[in-house]
């Protein structure tokens, strides 16, 4: 199976900057692709980004350039490096390992954003 841990959420003024890591163990070349998503308080669960074991990369239009999603390899790490952050970025930020078997969640991690 596959366990994923993020971290680097806090708290970060508009405008700022903030990278998430997403730290992937177990069986790790089951992945087909390494996903981002986020929940803030009274919405459902919002896709962010994803990069496919291939490389290739997708952004939700509210993120598009302004987020840029990136691995490494040796560290069996996904990154999330968030720029220009604006309040409604505020969310609890989820990690996500999708498989043939299905999509497999990390704990989350909460980014908070002050105007």
């Known amino acids: 199976q596959v366990q994923l841990v993020e971290s680097g959420g806090g708290l970060v003024q508009a405008g700022g900057s903030l990278r998430l890591s997403c730290a992937a163990s177990?069986?790790?070349?089951?992945?087909?692709?390494l996903d981002w998503h986020r929940q803030a308080p009274g919405k459902q669960r919002e896709f962010v980004a994803s990069i496919t074991s291939g490389g290739g990369t997708h952004y939700a239009d509210s993120v598009k350039g302004r987020f840029t999603i990136s691995r490494d390899n040796a560290k069996n790490t996904v990154y999330l490096q968030m720029n220009s952050l604006k309040p409604e970025d505020t969310a609890v930020y989820y990690c996500a390992a999708q498989r043939v078997q299905g999509r497999t969640w990390g704990q989350g991690t909460q980014v908070t954003v002050s105007s």
């Open positions: 177990g069986r790790i070349f089951s992945i087909d692709a």
